[in-house]
Antibody, heavy 120, light 107 residues
């Protein structure tokens, strides 16, 4: 059984930083790409970032590139999203997701999400 | 970036109906198209990948077709648990992009 548990959300002011974590279990973590997807209040889904299984290659949506960094600790089965220079438009529920299969990047399994609110 | 559109944005249907949702990509994406279901306050659920392949555990009343730029999701014999919002997503090219969603209401 695949388990993904996000943590680290909260309320921060514009310009501040926050680090989200996603603890994974139930599968061979080092074989799968991991991604973050967010959903602003009342809005649709937005892919944010992917880190490949090897922890070397990362991809970002343009609006967060240079402000967010995705990383993974393959020894702890954890993926992180370091968010800096946060803006009000970053307010969302952030979901961690695992690829369906190794080397097939599309999300197949999802965590329950962690809420980030950026407000002064 | 590849833009994804969906139609309709919402629809009303009755239990037992068959519904079809359309998704269109702004450029060809082969069959790198996925469908997701989301209920209010819940995480998305993966339904279909590679345009037509059902994710593990997804009932066969869900089906997907298409390739290139035009895709459809069909739900047969709609049940109360199927009333939700459905999103398509292309994963051919980064950044991956979602459609705006189609909300399926109970009539």
């Amino acid at each position: 059984q695949v388990y993904l548990v996000e943590s680290g959300g909260g309320v921060v002011q514009p310009g501040e930083s926050l680090r989200l974590s996603c603890a994974a279990s139930g599968f061979t973590f080092t074989s799968y790409d991991m991604q973050w997807v967010r959903q602003a209040p009342g809005k649709g889904l937005e892919w944010v970032a992917t880190i490949r299984y090897d922890a070397v290659t990362e991809y970002y949506i343009g609006s967060v590139r240079g402000r967010f960094t995705v990383s993974r600790d393959n020894s702890k089965n954890t993926v992180h999203l370091q968010m800096s220079s946060l803006r009000s438009e970053d307010t969302a529920v952030y979901y961690c997701a695992r690829a369906i299969f190794p080397r097939l990047a599309v999300a197949g399994f999802w965590g329950q999400g962690t809420r980030v609110t950026v407000s002064s | 970036d590849i833009q994804m559109t969906q139609s309709p944005s919402s629809l009303s249907a009755s239990v037992g109906d068959r519904v079809t949702i359309t998704c269109r990509a702004s450029q060809g994406i082969g069959n790198y198209l996925a469908w997701f279901q989301q209920k209010p306050g819940k995480a998305p659920r993966s339904l279909i990948y590679a345009a037509s392949t059902l994710h593990s555990g997804v009932p066969s009343k869900f089906s997907g077709t298409g390739s290139g730029t035009d895709f459809t999701l069909t739900i047969n014999s709609l049940q109360p648990e199927d009333f939700a919002t459905y999103y398509c997503q292309q994963y051919d090219t980064y950044p991956f992009t979602f459609g705006p969603g189609t909300k399926v209401h109970i009539k």
